[in-house]
């Protein structure tokens, strides 16, 4: 099963004054597919978002999504950044048609895409409300939410349930899977968490400590769809095992 390559990047690196951040990186990304990333703090996992949604521009390389250059453009992915808050004096139906409000006039298609989708999602009720009256869980959904209605085919979605308890981020979790499975969108997915990386991906990336590089580039064998009981298939196991060598040592 090949799937047509969606984003492609050559030798992408980038430095911040004397600290070199990204060492030049590749990477293929097929079009459907799920990957994670893994990497310590600060080894340059959000700048090399930052560089494919055309916030940054790399100091050398190529990035290349669906063949066409796309350094420096904007507009191009739905991105959900690592702390992507709310904006706290608009309602959730305002929060959701932001990225309309920012680029052109919010028409009622968007507003009724909003509320359909707000609805499909379990936040109907909660259209008029504003973010402080909806939960931790709520409010990531609501983020996710405003980068599904980019319509943009390729998600980066960096640390989107980080601040969750772990129950709330399985509910997640199982949550992004449904609506990754329904959309087919490609998705980008940034976490510190190990078991969140297998649990969701086609496609494991493992980063090194600044200046970030991936290591491994692991295939997730798991099968989909995937329930609670993967959390102790011994695929599971030992593929977890194995990103925590690379992370931490004891490389194997
Ligand atoms: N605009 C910037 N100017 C200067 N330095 C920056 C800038 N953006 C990031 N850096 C530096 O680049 C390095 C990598 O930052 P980045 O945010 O990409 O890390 P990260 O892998 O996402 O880390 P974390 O897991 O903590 O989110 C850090 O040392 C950071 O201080
Ligand atoms: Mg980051």
């Not at 990204?22 to 459907?32: C, K, Q, S, V, Y």
């Not at 991906?201 to 993967?230: C, T």
Request: net charge negative.
């Amino acid at each position: 099963m090949t799937s047509p390559v969606l984003l492609e990047l050559s030798a992408v690196a980038k430095t911040f004054g004397d600290q070199v951040v990204l060492a030049p990186t590749d990477l293929r990304i097929e079009e459907g597919s799920f990957v994670a990333i893994v990497g310590p703090s600060g080894c340059g996992k959000s700048t090399l978002f930052n560089i494919i949604a055309g916030l940054l521009e790399p100091d050398t390389g190529a990035v290349l999504l669906q063949g066409r250059n796309v350094i420096g453009a904007t507009g191009h992915v739905g991105y959900m950044l690592q702390k992507d808050l709310l904006v706290p004096w608009r309602s959730v139906e305002d929060n959701i048609t932001m990225a309309a409000h920012l680029t052109r006039k919010v028409t009622d298609a968007d507003r009724l895409e909003a509320r359909q989708i707000a609805q499909k999602y379990g936040l109907g009720e909660f259209l008029d409300h504003y973010p402080k009256a909806l939960s931790g869980g709520m409010r990531q959904r609501v983020a996710f939410m405003r980068t599904l209605v980019t319509h943009q085919q390729l998600l980066l979605l960096d640390e989107p349930f980080g601040a969750l308890d772990a129950q709330t981020r399985l509910d997640m979790q199982r949550w992004l899977l449904d609506v990754w499975r329904e959309s087919g969108r490609t998705v980008l997915f940034i976490t510190h968490d190990v078991d969140e990386s297998i649990f969701l991906s086609d496609r494991i990336l493992v980063m090194s400590p600044r200046p970030g590089r991936v290591v491994a580039d692991l295939e997730n064998p798991l099968s989909r769809p995937r329930d609670l009981d993967v959390l102790t298939d011994p695929t599971f196991v030992a593929l977890k095992s194995r990103i925590m060598h690379l992370l931490h040592g004891g490389e194997r």
